[in-house]
């Protein structure tokens, strides 16, 4: 290892508890704000980052000719608000939410390398926390130039970065503190 | 160490902060489709040349290429329009809603959401009689909110007049070219 997070300084392993938690306190609220705007079945995702996502009927390629349709609707329709993420808004997502994935993997692979764990494993935990932000932003631009079956990519993305901060939030609370070596 | 905390303190400094409501969607439509009882969702999902049209008008097209018109009708009569639209920038998007009469005046401009951090600077815009400047004005009118309150408020609240200027600019474009 390339330090033992294990024996490692009180202080060192306060910040790491203290980054975990906080990290893991984060991570719920996206879950909880996952649910409220974008919703965990493919369908749901679709709905949010395909192209089709704000209209009644999907409809990927601009029509030939300008095409009018009319629908009733009542208040309670016009004030519900479907969330939907056209391509502006995800050049705006993906520009402000990449950099901070990017430092929260490599803030969570810091604490890895730390890990009385074998080479190999390191290396797995590693590519999957930097994987899962990858996944998730192109499962989105997928889902949105592509065909909306790619949002089973995004749902991957958001579990495997669950996984990820799981695995690196149990591993480091158990050695740090509890298996001392 | 030193580039990691530079990094962390630019993405912070880069995060957009929530979206607030500041008017409910219901209340705009309440405000700017007065009596109205029924209402239909007029859905223009515009051809390549249209969205190219629109472009050349304002420098602006709907991302994904769909405009909804909500409609008010009282007594069979439709009594104007409403169209809900959204302006991003760098602090993030505002949503503003446009209403028109049936000549097509706009009766009325609501800021229906906008980010934490501008939501002070709209504010002080509103105050300033920002939406006065809009109400009466035909779709062919270029919106002049800006200019009128720019003297009265700060920077940021200027910057957020020019915003709700080019939302109201854009709206009542869509509607002068595809409307019907």
């Known amino acids: ?181 | 160490m030193k580039s990691l905390a530079l990094g962390a303190a630019l993405a912070a400094l880069l995060h957009i902060t929530p979206t607030v409501v500041l008017v409910k969607r219901q209340d705009a439509v309440a405000r700017l489709l007065p009596g109205a009882e029924q209402f239909t969702a007029r859905e223009l999902h515009l051809s390549s040349q249209d969205s190219r049209r629109l472009h050349d008008a304002v420098g602006w097209e709907p991302p994904d290429g769909v405009i909804t018109f909500y409609v008010g009708k009282r007594q069979e009569q439709v009594s104007g329009a409403l169209v809900f639209m959204r302006v991003d920038c760098q602090h993030g998007p505002l949503e503003l809603a446009i209403g028109y009469d049936a000549r097509g005046t706009i009766r009325g401009v609501e800021v229906t959401k906008a980010t934490v951090e501008m939501k002070p600077w709209v504010l002080e815009a509103l105050r300033a009689g920002l939406m006065d400047s809009y109400r009466g004005n035909t779709n062919a009118q270029a919106p002049a909110g800006a200019e009128k309150v720019k003297p009265r408020v700060g920077a940021m609240p200027g910057y957020m007049a020019e915003l709700i200027d080019k939302g109201v600019m854009h709206a009542s474009a869509a509607y002068r070219l595809f409307y019907r």
Do not use: C
Request: a negative charge.
């Open chain 1, 1 to 181: 290892v390339l330090y033992d997070l294990r024996n490692s300084d009180l202080r060192v392993r306060w910040l790491a508890t203290l980054f975990l938690a906080t990290l893991g306190t984060s991570y719920l609220f996206g879950a909880w704000m996952v649910g409220l705007y974008a919703g965990f079945s493919t369908g749901k995702v679709a709905e949010t980052y395909g192209a089709g996502g704000e209209m009644a009927m999907p409809m990927q390629m601009p029509p030939d000719t300008t095409m009018v349709t009319e629908r009733p609707v009542s208040m309670a329709d016009m004030g519900e608000e479907q969330h939907h993420v056209d391509r502006d808004l995800l050049v705006q997502d993906t520009h402000v939410h990449m950099p901070m994935y990017a430092m929260i993997a490599a803030s969570l692979s810091v604490i890895t390398l730390g890990l009385a764990i074998p080479r190999r494993a390191g290396l797995a935990i590693i590519t999957l926390l930097f994987a899962a932000p990858w996944l998730d932003f192109a499962g989105m631009w997928l889902t949105k130039l592509g065909s909306p079956h790619f949002a089973i990519v995004v749902l991957a993305g958001g579990w495997a970065m669950a996984l990820g901060y799981v695995i690196v939030a149990a591993l480091a609370t158990y050695q740090m503190w509890w298996r001392k070596s």
